[in-house]
């Protein structure tokens, strides 16, 4: 190579490197910049608000001494939030043979190219450590690959290699290699030469045989062959001492093999998708397995010798054809974690219930009928999951397992839910969608932590409007049910239109305040009888009542009440300092009042008391009935306008509310009328522009109002 430094973009460089950048240049329209680092990691939050990291790939080359031992050609890199390309470029159909000058080269990324071949010359990197060649189309590689003899992890993801060379095997350094998603059919016998290799990922390949030389990779710890087409491993597979975690899922396995029980330190064993009928008795001598993935197999039968694994934590048998299970599996005292859903169980095995650190049960898509009231001993359960059963009730015991977060007992057949199942005081995901309940009781705010409610197509009429006290819900869904009028029309809204439609229904209790001596002139005793029977109306308390109840600490009583109705007398208003100083202490408080103007005062009279005629009503003797109706309808209609609950956002909603009557009061005045005669001409532009959508609505009112102040100036 040709020692001769010269400059690249004004960095000193041998001629030799700065020939290769050239050739690149050409090829891909542009210098190729000097970079710190070739991938950095980055950060973005997912669909579900879940943190996501990455590596971000950065176009260019990185000097060290004097010398290029970094280069990053992806052609593009990709915004993973937006999955959009940032700055593409020029993919690479070929590598020059000048790359083989790159005689200091460590790291070497060429990711997303058009690459089918590498350049014999490749061999000449004698320092290359790291080689990525993810998403390309090479279909084989050159046979001197093996003289790359200090690389340690070479990657060549998503591409279309069928073999790999005889030379494979003088990679003796290497200790991560990711073929997936080629179409390698198999590996060379010089494959177990790679000594120093602890993570293997051949995940979807078309393997049908491994080498026997395969067990002699010592040092492997992790291997992933999912989506192969293996049927068996060779004998030599039992050596592999090291391996901690073994991926065979989609295979074509019809037993466990006895190569993988012999593996005493594999923790993770994965054999979902394949043909296994049973778990066989070698199973047991798989000392140190946490974790065992038999999904969506043909397993019948489980040997009992599973519970000599005593490390097992967690045990996936979904989609089999199991209908029991050994008493044995209760002896499995490390296990949290039992997956047994779309099977054949009518019950629920014994022994579960004595498994004693169990955290997570699944049982869905089965034909259990019934629950064990055993099922309460799962003093550690903290998710259950029963959907898509037969189940009709549920054991009364059932809330004594105070543990449970998450419960799904969507698809069944309840009717009705124990009084005990509302003690699930720290449940976080409910789902009992597809059943037959038609009552859901106010019990519910008891679950003051739930955040996911599903309750679709049952058979509810109506929800308890607590729910809008249930501050950490995050999710409710409730379709598909046959809802009265009222719940109809907001059954299929997002959950804060729901949550806020509970709040504004939701019963208030309400303050009478009148003069002792006023029972008869409003006729109390009837009003009373009519307002409690109610349904927005919780609960009624007269101002006699209340200091009967506590004289002492009268305010703390107040606080308890949402809205108070004042009947306004002249005893009331003229002769009772009491009434006064408890409207007073009221308003202080923030408690909406709607003030009932009896016959013997005036509204000139209430608002001496700070009272407007705009939120009151008349009292009236002549159709005592009709005004108990007015009266209901007119709180319906305000609690509906003004927020009760939330005292300051409820005065706002209450000065809106006085302001939109006075306004609407004065368009209906003649002087308004006239002014309106008078002054069209002035009018007609702004309205348009309304009308058009050019200004909003306050800016038409605010327009409005000053071309009236225009009108009743002095100089007009």
């Known amino acids: 190579m040709n020692n001769m430094n010269k400059t690249y973009y004004g960095e000193s460089l041998p001629a030799a490197e700065i020939a290769f950048l050239k050739d690149i240049e050409k090829i891909q329209g542009k210098a190729i910049p000097i970079v710190s680092q070739l991938k950095s990691e980055k950060a973005y939050v997912g669909l579900k608000g879940e943190k996501i990291t990455y590596f971000h790939n950065h176009y260019g080359f990185k000097v060290k001494n004097g010398r290029i031992n970094g280069l990053n050609l992806t052609p593009h890199e990709i915004d993973h939030a937006t999955l959009k390309s940032i700055d593409p470029g020029v993919p690479l159909g070929n590598i020059p043979d000048s790359i083989g000058n790159l005689g200091a080269l460590k790291s070497l990324i060429l990711d997303g190219n058009d690459l089918t071949e590498l350049p014999e010359a490749l061999a000449n990197l004698n320092s290359l450590e790291i080689l990525d060649l993810t998403f390309n189309r090479i279909t084989h590689l050159p046979d001197n690959i093996g003289s790359l003899a200090?690389?340690?992890?070479?990657?060549?993801?998503?591409?279309?290699?069928?073999?790999?060379?005889?030379?494979?095997?003088?990679?003796?350094?290497?200790?991560?290699?990711?073929?997936?998603?080629?179409?390698?059919?198999?590996?060379?016998?010089?494959?177990?030469?790679?000594?120093?290799?602890?993570?293997?990922?051949?995940?979807?390949?078309?393997?049908?045989?491994?080498?026997?030389?395969?067990?002699?990779?010592?040092?492997?710890?992790?291997?992933?062959?999912?989506?192969?087409?293996?049927?068996?491993?060779?004998?030599?597979?039992?050596?592999?001492?090291?391996?901690?975690?073994?991926?065979?899922?989609?295979?074509?396995?019809?037993?466990?093999?006895?190569?993988?029980?012999?593996?005493?330190?594999?923790?993770?064993?994965?054999?979902?998708?394949?043909?296994?009928?049973?778990?066989?008795?070698?199973?047991?001598?798989?000392?140190?397995?946490?974790?065992?993935?038999?999904?969506?197999?043909?397993?019948?039968?489980?040997?009992?010798?599973?519970?000599?694994?005593?490390?097992?934590?967690?045990?996936?048998?979904?989609?089999?054809?199991?209908?029991?299970?050994?008493?044995?599996?209760?002896?499995?005292?490390?296990?949290?974690?039992?997956?047994?859903?779309?099977?054949?169980?009518?019950?629920?095995?014994?022994?579960?219930?004595?498994?004693?650190?169990?955290?997570?049960?699944?049982?869905?898509?089965?034909?259990?009928?019934?629950?064990?009231?055993?099922?309460?001993?799962?003093?550690?359960?903290?998710?259950?999951?029963?959907?898509?059963?037969?189940?009709?009730?549920?054991?009364?015991?059932?809330?004594?397992?105070?543990?449970?977060?998450?419960?799904?007992?969507?698809?069944?057949?309840?009717?009705?839910?124990?009084?005990?199942?509302?003690?699930?005081?720290?449940?976080?995901?409910?789902?009992?969608?597809?059943?037959?309940?038609?009552?859901?009781?106010?019990?519910?705010?008891?679950?003051?932590?739930?955040?996911?409610?599903?309750?679709?197509?049952?058979?509810?009429?109506?929800?308890?409007?607590?729910?809008?006290?249930m501050e950490n819900l995050d999710l409710i869904a409730i379709k598909d049910n046959p809802w009265n009028n009222n719940w109809k029309s907001i059954s299929g809204r997002k959950r804060d239109d729901i949550l806020n439609f509970c709040k504004k229904r939701a019963p208030v209790n309400v303050l009478i305040i009148l003069s002792e001596k006023d029972d008869n002139l409003f006729k109390i005793d009837e009003l009373f009888s009519f307002l409690r029977s109610q349904e927005e109306i919780s609960h009624l308390t007269s101002i006699n009542e209340l200091y009967i109840m506590e004289s002492s600490s009268e305010s703390q009583y107040y606080d308890n009440y949402q809205l108070a109705l004042f009947f306004a007398s002249q005893e009331s208003i003229f002769e009772s300092m009491k009434i006064k100083e408890i409207i007073k202490l009221i308003k202080k408080q923030g408690i909406q009042i709607i003030p009932i103007k009896g016959p013997n005062v005036s509204w000139r009279d209430l608002a001496e008391v700070g009272l407007s005629r705009e939120l009151g009503l008349e009292f009236s003797t002549d159709n005592f009935p009709q005004f108990c109706n007015d009266l209901y309808k007119y709180i319906f209609e305000f609690k509906h306008t003004v927020d009760l609950i939330d005292r300051v956002q409820g005065k706002i909603d209450k000065n809106l509310l006085e302001f939109n009557i006075l306004f609407k009061e004065y368009l209906d005045t003649p002087k308004f009328k006239e002014f309106l005669a008078q002054n069209y001409e002035a009018i007609k532009p702004v309205k348009k522009k309304y009308d058009l959508g050019e200004i909003s609505q306050p800016e038409f009112i605010g327009k409005l109002g000053n071309i009236l102040k225009d009108v009743n100036s002095p100089s007009s």
Not at 309 to 317: F, P
Not at 319 to 344: A, E, I, M, V
Not at 364 to 393: A, F, H, M, W
């Open 150 to 469: 200090n690389l340690k992890e070479f990657i060549l993801k998503d591409n279309q290699l069928t073999s790999l060379p005889k030379s494979f095997g003088n990679l003796k350094k290497v200790e991560t290699l990711n073929f997936k998603g080629n179409m390698i059919g198999s590996l060379p016998e010089s494959f177990g030469n790679l000594g120093e290799l602890c993570h293997l990922q051949l995940y979807s390949n078309r393997l049908s045989t491994l080498p026997e030389s395969f067990g002699k990779l010592k040092s492997l710890h992790t291997l992933n062959f999912h989506s192969n087409q293996l049927k068996s491993l060779p004998k030599s597979f039992k050596l592999l001492k090291s391996l901690k975690e073994f991926n065979l899922i989609s295979n074509q396995f019809e037993i466990i093999p006895n190569e993988v029980c012999k593996l005493d330190n594999l923790e993770k064993l994965f054999l979902s998708s394949n043909n296994i009928t049973k778990i066989p008795k070698s199973i047991g001598k798989m000392q140190s397995l946490k974790i065992l993935k038999l999904y969506g197999n043909k397993i019948n039968e489980v040997h009992n010798a599973i519970e000599k694994i005593k490390t097992l934590e967690s045990l996936i048998l979904g989609k089999n054809k199991l209908s029991n299970l050994p008493d044995t599996l209760s002896r499995l005292k490390f296990l949290t974690f039992l997956s047994l859903g779309n099977n054949q169980f009518t019950d629920i095995p014994n022994c579960i219930a004595k498994i004693p650190n169990l955290k997570t049960l699944r049982l869905e898509k089965n034909q259990i009928r019934s629950i064990p009231e055993s099922i309460v001993e799962l003093k550690c359960l903290e998710g259950l999951d029963l959907g898509d059963n037969q189940i009709e009730s549920l054991p009364s015991s059932i809330g004594d397992i105070k543990t449970l977060k998450s419960i799904n007992l969507a698809g069944n057949k309840l009717k009705t839910l124990p009084k005990s199942f509302w003690k699930l005081v720290n449940l976080e995901g409910l789902s009992l969608s597809f059943n037959e309940l038609t009552c859901i009781p106010e019990d519910i705010l008891n679950f003051g932590s739930l955040k996911r409610l599903r309750i679709t197509s049952n058979k509810l009429s109506k929800l308890p409007f607590v729910l809008w006290k």
